[in-house]
C-alpha cells in the first residue's frame, strides 16, 4: 500500500503560469481534501470531496480548481498563479468521518 | 463555527522529561478529535484519535491524551519525551459527519534538548 501520493514533490512556477497537482490514494477512500500549509497558520483547507464527481469549496478556494474523475484521484490546478500560492500543499483522504491520512506534500514556489 | 486552540506555539523541554500540549475547541456538540505529528519536511501522521468511549486515549510513540467534554479539551502528554519527539503537533476537530472536514489548531513546536 503507497498510502496517499502526490506529485510533483516540488516546483517552481513563475506568475500567470499554471499547473496541476495530483493526488492518489489506494486505500478505496470516499472524501478526499486539498490543504495549505503557511507558517503559523496551520492548514486551511482549499477544496474537498465526498465522492467521485463531487467537489466542494473549503476555507480558501480562490485562486484553485479541483477536480475528482476517478475516485483515487483528486487533482488541483491553479490556472494563473500568483505569489500568495506560494505555499506546501496537502492532499489526504479518510472514509467518511474518520482519521485523514496524509500525503507527502508539494512545496510550490511562484516567483 | 467550530474553532480550534493550540495554547503554546512552542515547548522546549528536556530529553526524559514529561510534557503535556494543551487543545481546546470552541464547540460542545458532539466532535471527533484528533492530533498528528508533523517530522520536518515530512506530512503529517495520525498520533491518536478520540471518537467516543474512554476518556484516555492511547497513540503511538507512546503518547496519550485525556478527554474532558466539561473543558472541551483534548491535552496531549508523554511520560518522557525523546529527541526523536521534536517535531510540530497539530490538535484537530470534526463535527461534520457529511464531510469529514477537520479544523486545524495553528501547531505547537515540541523541541526536546538533549
Known amino acids: 500500500n503507497a498510502g496517499v501520493t502526490q506529485t510533483p514533490k516540488f516546483r517552481v512556477l513563475k506568475t500567470g503560469q499554471s499547473m496541476t497537482l495530483l493526488c492518489a490514494q489506494d486505500m478505496n477512500h470516499e472524501y478526499m481534501y486539498w490543504y495549505r500549509q503557511d507558517p503559523g497558520m496551520g492548514l486551511r483547507l482549499i477544496h474537498y470531496?465526498?465522492?467521485?464527481?463531487?467537489?466542494a469549496k473549503g476555507e480558501v478556494p480562490d485562486g484553485y480548481n479541483v477536480s475528482r474523475l476517478k475516485k483515487q484521484n483528486f487533482l488541483l490546478g491553479l490556472e494563473s498563479a500568483a505569489p500568495s500560492q506560494t505555499s506546501v500543499y496537502f492532499c489526504a483522504s479518510s472514509y467518511t468521518q474518520g482519521a485523514q491520512y496524509f500525503g507527502p506534500g508539494t512545496r510550490l514556489l511562484v516567483l | 463555527a467550530q474553532s480550534v486552540t493550540q495554547l503554546d506555539s512552542q515547548v522546549p523541554v528536556f530529553e526524559e522529561a514529561p510534557v503535556e500540549l494543551r487543545c481546546n475547541y470552541s464547540s460542545s456538540v458532539s466532535v471527533y478529535l484528533f492530533w498528528y505529528v508533523q517530522y520536518p519536511n515530512q506530512g503529517l501522521q495520525l498520533l491518536l484519535k478520540y471518537l467516543s468511549g474512554s476518556t484516555l486515549v492511547k497513540g503511538i510513540n507512546g503518547f496519550e491524551a485525556e478527554f474532558n467534554k466539561s473543558q472541551t479539551s483534548l491535552h496531549l502528554r508523554k511520560p518522557s519525551v525523546h529527541i526523536s519527539d521534536t517535531a510540530e503537533y497539530f490538535c484537530?476537530?470534526?463535527?461534520?459527519?457529511?464531510?469529514?472536514?477537520?479544523?486545524f489548531g495553528q501547531g505547537t513546536t515540541l523541541q526536546v534538548k538533549p
Open positions: 470531496s465526498v465522492g467521485e464527481g463531487t467537489t
Open positions: 484537530a476537530v470534526s463535527d461534520d459527519g457529511n464531510t469529514g472536514k477537520l479544523i
